[in-house]
């Protein structure tokens, strides 16, 4: 597993991410023991990450970024960088020249970051 996996390098191997009710999910079944120690770490990188850059730039912690590189145009997390699908609202195939967004890992850490400042989600 790379140092710092990407939400598509998790995806690969077997962690599920998808959106239930409206609420973000993650599920973790299919993953071996490795990946789920990988995603763990990961998030917990990338809060800690989040909760700094939102505290030394003074801004909220969805508007932090984990890179100095301005975002991406198309296909990347517009707050990692890391490679993004796309897909249109019914879900079938990728959509072409649509922003990247936010990818799922980033979700979860700027949520954990919300919940460890005292939001309740």
């Given at each position: 597993?790379?140092?710092?996996?990407?939400?598509?390098?998790?995806?690969?191997?077997?962690?599920?991410?998808?959106?239930?009710?409206?609420?973000?999910?993650?599920?973790?079944?299919?993953a071996?023991?490795?990946?789920?120690?990988?995603?763990?770490?990961?998030?917990?990188?990338?809060?800690?990450?989040?909760?700094t850059?939102?505290?030394?730039?003074?801004?909220?912690?969805?508007?932090?970024?984990?890179?100095?590189?301005?975002?991406?145009?198309?296909?990347?997390?517009?707050?990692?960088?890391d490679?993004?699908?796309?897909?249109?609202?019914?879900?079938?195939?990728?959509?072409?020249?649509?922003?990247?967004?936010?990818?799922?890992?980033?979700?979860?850490?700027?949520?954990?970051?919300?919940?460890?400042?005292?939001?309740?989600?």
């Amino acid at each position: 597993m790379d140092e710092y996996p990407t939400a598509a390098d998790l995806t690969a191997r077997g962690v599920l991410f998808f959106y239930k009710e409206g609420q973000p999910r993650v599920k973790l079944d299919a993953a071996d023991a490795a990946t789920r120690a990988a995603f763990a770490a990961e998030v917990a990188r990338r809060t800690d990450l989040f909760d700094t850059q939102s505290r030394a730039r003074g801004v909220p912690v969805h508007h932090a970024r984990l890179t100095d590189a301005p975002p991406p145009r198309h296909g990347a997390c517009e707050c990692c960088g890391d490679p993004l699908l796309v897909y249109r609202r019914d879900g079938r195939a990728p959509c072409e020249g649509a922003r990247g967004g936010t990818c799922m890992l980033c979700v979860a850490a700027i949520r954990a970051v919300l919940r460890r400042r005292g939001a309740r989600l």
